[in-house]
């Protein structure tokens, strides 16, 4: 089966940096996602990576090193609005998509 | 209405009713699914609809039964369930055949609780 590791839990201050990692054994590969999911909310797309590199969107960046089966999601000047959980997901070769367990990032004041 | 609708949000039922949870995309998608979200557990994939016909069960007990009538309504329907079975229903559907990265959209799931 697939294994999508990510933290359980992270807590940074207001106007940090938080940096979500994540790990992946898959059968094939076909992109690596990552949504924001607040609670009592709907998952919402954040970023997708399919080639090495880094992926930057604002104050969000998502990283994919292919080779290393690492993926990470960079949250950059945290606003209180960031606390929510991360989901990982990665789309295997037969175009299957798995979710990690989701990181909680909780931003303090 | 825009997006991924579903209801109800809420829903408590006892082992032995019989209930059903609805889904509605008004995105034009082509795909939707059903995923399964318990505390601290990855989104469980149940169910895949592609172009209304099932493409994906993911060894899910019969209890839960779902119905695809068209390409904009997906349902769940719930039968003789166990408390195991309480946890985030979700709806999602996305754009598949296409070049790209095919992203999900997911509705704000229902809140299922058995008693």
């Known amino acids: 089966g697939q294994n999508i590791d990510q933290p359980t839990e992270m807590t940074a201050t207001e106007g940090a940096i938080v940096q979500i990692n994540c790990t992946y054994q898959t059968s094939g590969f076909n992109g690596l996602f990552w949504y924001q999911q607040h609670a009592g909310e709907a998952p919402t797309f954040l970023s997708y990576n399919v080639l090495d590199g880094l992926e930057e969107k604002g104050r969000f960046s998502s990283f994919l090193s292919r080779s290393k089966g690492y993926s990470y999601l960079l949250l950059k000047e945290l606003q209180m609005k960031d606390s929510a959980s991360y989901l990982c997901a990665v789309r295997d070769g037969d175009y299957k998509l798995s979710f990690g367990a989701g990181t909680t990032v909780t931003v303090r004041a | 209405e825009t997006g991924v609708t579903q209801t109800p949000r809420h829903l408590v039922m006892g082992m032995t009713n019989k209930k059903s949870l609805k889904c509605e995309q008004h995105?034009?998608?082509?795909?939707m699914y059903w995923y399964k979200q318990s505390a601290k557990k990855p989104l469980e994939l149940m169910f895949v609809?592609?172009?209304?016909?099932?493409?994906e069960n993911n060894s899910v007990p019969s209890r839960f039964s779902p119905e695809c009538p068209n390409s904009s309504h997906l349902f769940l329907h719930l039968h003789t369930l166990q408390p195991e079975d309480s946890a985030l229903y979700l709806c999602?559907?996305?754009?598949?055949?296409?070049?790209?990265?095919?992203?999900?959209?997911f509705g704000a799931g229902s809140r299922l609780t058995v008693l």
């Open positions: 609809y592609s172009l209304e016909e099932r493409v």
């Open positions: 999602a559907s996305s754009q598949e055949g296409t070049s790209g990265a095919n992203v999900l959209t």
């Open positions: 995105l034009g998608h082509n795909a």
